[in-house]
């Protein structure tokens, strides 16, 4: 179990996020946001809308576990969803929006909840079971791991 310092840490993470990530593609080209430029990588625009595909199932998935008894979570395969059309032709400002939003709400819950709702489960028919706290702890790495992605690929286009 996280101890509350710990999850205000992976909290703020959560909260911090729409900022960085805003921060880190506001003003870019159309070719560097859709360019590969490392190879079996996405480009920036698909990690800013997998990251906004990913953290609405997450969130769904945290309303699931503190709302059903032991609910199963439906998985998905994200390389499918990062090839979907609304990917190649949405603007990111819709995805930055949407995290924005979404993130604002997920942080108001997670301050909500009590120990006991951070230790409600579900199972995941991947991973097996997932509790809240297991939620916020992935969910606040996933952020930071798309931001290096981001950061990865746009340092690759001067190679």
């Known amino acids: 179990m996280l101890t509350n310092t710990e999850k205000q840490t992976l909290i703020a993470a959560i909260r911090a996020l729409p900022a960085q990530l805003e921060a880190l593609v506001s003003g870019l080209s159309q070719t560097q946001l ?4 490392l190879e079996g990588e996405w480009t920036v625009a698909q990690n800013v809308h997998h990251v ?7 969130y769904i998935r945290t309303k699931l576990l503190l709302t059903k008894d032991n609910p199963t979570v439906i998985p998905y395969d994200q390389d499918v969803w990062a090839d979907m059309a609304d990917v190649h032709q949405t603007s990111i400002r819709e995805s930055l929006d949407l995290i924005r939003g979404l993130h604002a ?8 909840l009590t ?6 489960t579900g199972m995941h028919p991947e991973n097996g079971m997932i509790t809240v706290e297991s939620l916020l702890r992935t969910y606040a790495g996933h952020g930071a791991a798309h931001l290096d992605q981001i950061t990865r690929t746009l340092a690759a286009q001067s190679n």
Do not use: P
């Open 115 to 120: 120990d006991a709702q951070f230790a409600m």
């Open 34 to 37: 859709t360019t590969h430029f």
């Open 105 to 112: 709400r997920w942080v108001a819950l997670f301050e909500s």
């Open 52 to 58: 906004a595909d990913s953290h609405m199932n997450a």
